[in-house]
């Protein structure tokens, strides 16, 4: 989401604000470092740090913190440490195509019979 958030950054100078930003892989954590068990990431994947975007941020003296293109959950871990208000613009979710909304959408369509599975092996995951 680099080419969205520079064209939000531009806008935001435009209008007279001041813009910083942080990138999402902050120190190459790799999965295989951190003992993270985790199969549909690759071995050599490299993990996001919403923690250490936010104390960046706080460090910088933010006024407002504008998530854009953080993972789903992640953006949760950000606004626990930052010490600004945040708003997540847009999360990141590659299956809906950033647009995690459009699940919700078809759920009476499209998705009706994998929501259904899915709720369904939950549930039973549960002992419900």
Do not use: W
């Not at 080419?3 to 100078?13: P, V």
């Not at 998530?67 to 010490?83: P, R």
């Not at 208000?85 to 459009?102: E, Q, Y």
């Amino acid at each position: 989401m680099l080419r969205e958030t520079r064209i939000l950054a531009d806008l935001l100078r435009k209008a007279g604000f001041e813009v910083q930003a942080v990138g999402c892989k902050l120190e190459s954590n790799m999965k295989a470092d951190l003992n993270i068990d985790a199969p549909s990431l690759a071995e050599d994947c490299v993990i996001c740090n919403p923690i250490m975007q936010a104390l960046l941020l706080n460090d910088a003296k933010t006024d407002l913190n504008i998530l854009m293109g953080i993972c789903v959950g992640h953006d949760a871990l950000f606004c626990k440490y930052s010490n600004a208000p945040a708003v997540t613009l847009v999360a990141k979710d590659f299956v809906t195509v950033h647009n995690t909304c459009s699940v919700l959408y078809s759920a009476d369509s499209v998705y009706r019979g994998k929501l259904e599975k899915t709720i369904g092996e939950i549930a039973s995951d549960k002992g419900e």
